[in-house]
């Protein structure tokens, strides 16, 4: 299944004390190093699991 690179400029926020506004860490922390993501997403994940299934095992809805 194809990937890409996760974009993730490094950036955090961290809250070390709940009785104060969190505090923000820039550059790169390397917190999603390496980290990758589907091309085309969760729904390219959908389809090309439900395409080993046959028909009558497939049940693909909205939800609403």
Do not use: F, K, Y
């Amino acid at each position: 299944m194809p990937s890409v690179r996760q974009h993730d400029p490094g950036d955090a926020l961290w809250l070390t004390d709940p009785n104060r506004e969190p505090q923000r860490r820039e550059g790169p922390l390397e917190t999603h190093a390496g980290a990758r993501r589907i091309a085309g997403g969760t729904a390219r994940l959908v389809v090309l699991r439900c395409g080993s299934l046959r028909a009558d095992q497939q049940r693909v809805a909205d939800a609403a």
